[in-house]
């Protein structure tokens, strides 16, 4: 088991992109799912995004991927669960502490598409800021 005392996050992944072949299916679980963890989805014409995830529809599909959701914590960990199951997603491990680290708790779902999404909160922790926010400044 790793033990670290500090986390970062925000500093790797510019953005994901799904390509789904259920995507109304998809839109529907998405839109669920991360209005429970306070994210808001953007629709666009035959697309949407959330924050870092754009999801589209098209062949070939983009195949199997492992996405985890940070959640502020473990009440939230257990509504994405149920809404998950509710809006279209199948068990992949109920809420509960993993070994992963002291703290870690988490929920695992497969969308529609059978991708592995997650919710996590990883225990008490002090954020340094609640977000990267770009500006433009020309």
Do not use: C
Request: charged share 20%; net charge negative.
């Amino acid at each position: 088991m790793v033990e670290l005392n500090q986390w970062h996050r925000g500093r790797l992944i510019d953005h994901l992109q799904l390509v789904v072949s259920d995507f109304e299916g998809s839109r529907r679980f998405y839109k669920a799912v991360l209005a429970v963890i306070g994210v808001p989805v953007v629709e666009g014409d035959g697309y949407f995004y959330a924050d870092e995830l754009f999801v589209s529809p098209g062949e070939p599909t983009t195949g199997r991927a492992h996405l985890a959701f940070q959640a502020a914590d473990i009440e939230t960990v257990k509504r994405f669960y149920e809404t998950a199951l509710a809006n279209g997603g199948r068990d992949n491990g109920a809420p509960g502490y993993r070994d992963y680290h002291p703290g870690y708790y988490a929920a695992f779902v497969l969308d529609p598409e059978g991708n592995n999404i997650e919710a996590v909160n990883h225990g008490p922790a002090k954020r340094s800021a609640p977000s990267v926010v770009l500006t433009d400044d020309n």
